[in-house]
């Protein structure tokens, strides 16, 4: 998902930050704010559920 979020939004993205982290964590935040947690969900995200969040920011 990385590399598809740097590949379709390359000319938008001033900084993008991978933290390593344990306990089956996996969070996406955007300025601050959590657009989606895994363990919340018990599930990985899906590209369409974090694009969109992106397109509104830029």
Do not use: C, W
């Not at 996406?28 to 599930?43: A, C, F, H, N, P």
Request: glycine fraction near 6%; charged fraction near 35%; charge should be negative.
């Amino acid at each position: 998902m990385a590399e598809q979020l740097l590949k379709d939004f390359k000319q938008d993205i001033e900084a993008f930050t991978l933290i390593p982290s344990s306990g089956g964590r996996f969070e996406v935040t955007l300025d601050g704010d959590l657009i989606y947690s895994k363990l919340q969900e018990e599930r990985f995200p899906e590209y369409n559920e974090v694009e969109p969040h992106l397109k509104k920011k830029v």
